[in-house]
């Protein structure tokens, strides 16, 4: 079935160093790819989503890059901080319309 | 305005008894997700409503599970003859359509412990 990898599954940075998480999926026939935010204890929040007929998006420091053909897209963080640190999770829609499938998660520190 | 809400925010039940779950999703809102997280895992299907379209179940576990939603608003989950391995986070969410096009929002979640 539609299938979506996430790594690393944990990621330790340094203060102002940038971190990218990376996603692959299954289904050729996704086309938008949300990446949500969870701080311990609370519930997923949209940070940046991007759709089949865009290859990169920018929102202040986090930034999403998708490569449909090979079936991957990346989360970048520059100039991280502290209150970066939380888990994030990709998603790709099953089919053009279905349900989102989620990647497992990676679990970001940013140490001061 | 409000976001999607979930009751209880906690619930301990017996193994054996049945549990249900409760999600009020955002006014207008046409699309309703069921989601389980376990302890430091990803989130996981269960099943999405959208509109009056026959709800997508095929993320649902075992036929222990159901839910319903009613007047295209409010949903119950389901869950009969509850095993510890049911313990986990259920999570709502809704969007204004469908999956592809509109961002899902997220309720705080009700933790189940299956004791």
């Known amino acids: 079935g539609e299938n979506v990898e996430q790594h690393p599954s944990t990621l330790s940075v340094q203060e102002g160093d940038s971190a990218v998480i990376k996603c692959t999926y299954s289904d050729s026939a996704s086309n938008y790819f949300p990446w949500y935010k969870q701080e311990l204890g609370k519930r997923p929040q949209l940070i940046i989503d991007?759709?089949?007929?865009?290859g990169e998006k920018k929102d202040q420091r986090i930034a999403v890059t998708l490569n449909k053909t090979a079936k991957h897209f990346s989360l970048h963080i520059t100039e991280t901080q502290p209150e970066d640190s939380a888990v994030y999770f990709c998603a790709a829609t099953r089919g053009s319309q279905g349900n989102l499938i989620f990647g497992k998660g990676t679990k970001l520190s940013v140490k001061p | 305005g409000a976001g999607v809400s979930q009751s209880p925010s906690n619930k301990v039940t017996e193994k054996g008894k049945d549990v249900e779950l409760r999600c009020d999703p955002i006014?207008?809102?046409?699309?309703l997700y069921w989601y389980r997280q376990s302890l430091g895992q990803g989130l996981e299907f269960l099943i999405y409503?959208?509109?009056?379209?026959?709800?997508?179940k095929s993320g649902l576990p075992s036929d222990r599970f159901s839910a319903e939603r009613t007047g295209g608003s409010v949903s119950t989950l389901t869950i009969q003859r509850t095993q510890q391995e049911d313990s986990a986070v259920y999570l709502c969410?809704?969007?204004?359509?469908?999956?592809?096009?509109?961002?899902?929002?997220f309720g705080p979640g009700t933790r189940l412990t299956v004791t």
């Open positions: 409503f959208q509109g009056n379209s026959a709800p997508d």
């Open positions: 969410a809704s969007s204004l359509g469908p999956a592809g096009t509109y961002e899902q929002y």
């Open positions: 006014s207008g809102h046409t699309a």
């Open positions: 991007i759709r089949s007929n865009v």
